[in-house]
């Protein structure tokens, strides 16, 4: 079971509940594996990856901001679920993929 904190805006939340479930992947494939994280800053970083990647699925993204020119404001709109700073980061991730230079906005 997910617990999240009250008080929490909605978009955070849900980011919450997907980095949640991306640790519990993890030890899943731990499990399975028998292979163990034992850094747990690359386990939170990892749980990060997994979160955004479920919230803005790089494929869909893609096509998504080139259709878009890359507008924020318009792709904020159709991943209004996702908060701001998880679209920015797939935004660079996805320019660093493509080459492009990228400088996140504050």
Not at 28 to 55: H, K, P, Y
Request: contains cysteine; proline residues 4%; aromatic residues 8%.
């Amino acid at each position: 079971m997910i617990y999240v904190r009250e008080g929490l805006h909605p978009k955070h939340q849900e980011f919450v509940i997907a980095h949640e479930i991306g640790e519990l992947t993890m030890s899943t494939i731990e499990r399975r594996s028998g292979e163990e994280i034992d850094d747990a800053r690359l386990m939170e970083v990892m749980a990060n990856r997994f979160a955004c990647q479920l919230m803005v699925p790089h494929r869909w993204f893609a096509n998504d901001y080139w259709r878009t020119g890359g507008d924020l404001e318009t792709l904020q709109g159709i991943y209004s679920t996702a908060p701001a700073n998880v679209i920015k980061v797939a935004i660079g991730a996805l320019l660093a993929i493509e080459g492009e230079p990228f400088e996140l906005a504050a």
